[in-house]
């Protein structure tokens, strides 16, 4: 069968867009954790900061956003005599967490401005700290709230990753038009695709599920 003869790329294709979806997600959680927590802070520098990264990076797309980092960077950089050259998987990887970053930190803050106030009425009355009063009593409270919105954030930005094909990067989707402009076998090819990205969203969904879960078990043996 014809199909078994594109399976090689393709699954190193797979491997590198698993490698994108881990890093981006991880590092767009950090993203998105710093900038949804740094909204709410009562200092102004942090949260005019934090507001600017979350608006500029959700109200940009993220194909600009890609080639900026990828292309544009590099020539700003020349401009004032620095070298801003990205790899092209550091720039997909910071492209991406930075776009799931800045909606993650609208989860984060939604969350943490969701547990009650008398949660925190009682942690005044304890004399916590602001920083103890987040980390003893918002953030285990917010934090299993937020998965399930992070989940859908995590499938989403797995679909992402088909953008940085056109920085060249060999993903998925990179080597499917790779095979597809040297066989001309567009359905069996973009059906194979099709599959293989359903497939690692399923899979996605399972793992984001048992973290789910994993961190409501936690949340019920703190209480």
């Known amino acids: 069968m014809e199909w ?5 790329p393709l699954l190193q294709g797979a491997w590198v867009t698993i490698q994108l979806t881990v890093y981006s997600t991880i590092l767009g959680a950090i993203f998105a954790f710093a900038w949804g927590v740094g909204k709410l802070s009562h200092n102004w520098a942090v949260k005019s900061i934090s507001v ?3 608006e500029v990076f959700r109200g940009t797309s993220l194909l600009v956003q890609l080639f900026w980092l990828y292309f544009a960077l590099p020539i700003l950089g020349q401009a004032i005599g620095i070298d801003l050259r990205l ?3 550091v720039a997909g990887t910071l492209a ?3 776009n799931i970053g800045a909606y993650g930190a609208e989860v984060v803050r939604g969350a943490i401005q969701a547990v009650p106030g008398s949660q925190h009425e009682a942690a005044q009355a304890l004399d916590f700290t602001p920083r103890q009063t987040l980390w ?5 409270q917010a934090i299993p709230e937020m998965m399930p919105s992070f989940g859908n954030l995590a499938v989403q930005n797995l679909k ?3 953008l940085v094909s056109l920085i060249s990067l060999g993903d998925l989707a990179f080597r499917a038009e790779q095979i597809r402009n040297f066989t001309q076998d567009s359905v069996t090819v973009y059906t194979l695709l099709l599959f293989m990205y359903f497939g690692m969203a399923l899979v996605l969904t399972a793992i984001m599920k048992l973290l789910e879960r994993s961190v409501g078990r936690w949340r019920a043996g703190r209480t």
Do not use: E, G, W
Request: proline content about 14%.
């Open 160 to 162: 992402d990753t088909a």
């Open 96 to 98: 991406l967490a930075l």
């Open 87 to 89: 790899p092209p998987v």
């Open 136 to 140: 003893r009593i918002s953030l285990p």
């Open 4 to 8: 078994l003869s594109y399976s090689t």
């Open 52 to 54: 600017f990264f979350i």
